[in-house]
């Protein structure tokens, strides 16, 4: 039996609906500050919550952020809180949502296609899947 490293993934309407439907749910956005402010971020300002930002890789290097679990841990401290991580494409929040689990969090969703999605044939994001291609809230700036 392998051990089970993360709760799995969701569509991000399913996560909408999740944060929705739980109170204790948290966005947690794992990507850089410029992707934050230039590329945009879900508005969650229609369900009374703000995204948490913490990044999982420090901009410019991309090392893994050595302090990702305590900066989450000074934010949602309640290990039982469902936590639900989005990045650009799925992949670096797949690695905090594992890594959260490690660290005792008891409900670690990753966040398929992230905020831009996968790339389309032509090599752009934004069209294939993700948050934004969802239709759900986003803002820029």
């Known amino acids: ?21 739980f109170p204790k749910a948290q966005l947690i956005d794992v990507r850089t500050n410029a992707e934050f402010v230039y590329v945009g971020n879900p508005d969650l300002s229609a369900l009374n919550k703000e995204v948490v930002q913490v990044y999982w890789q420090v901009f410019p290097a991309m090392d893994v952020n050595s302090d990702f679990i305590a900066e989450i ?4 401290s309640d290990k039982e809180t469902p ?3 989005i990045c650009r494409s799925g992949v670096r929040s797949l690695y905090a949502a594992e890594a959260l689990t490690a660290a005792g969090y008891k409900e670690c969703y990753n966040i398929a296609g992230g905020f831009e999605g996968d790339k389309n044939p032509q090599g752009h994001r934004g069209g294939v899947n993700g948050w934004k291609v969802a239709g759900l809230p986003w803002k820029q700036g």
């Open 73 to 76: 841990g000074e934010t949602i």
């Open 83 to 85: 936590l639900l991580l």
């Open 1 to 21: 039996m392998t051990k089970k490293t993360y709760a799995g993934d969701l569509t991000p309407q399913q996560t909408w609906d999740m944060l929705s439907e």
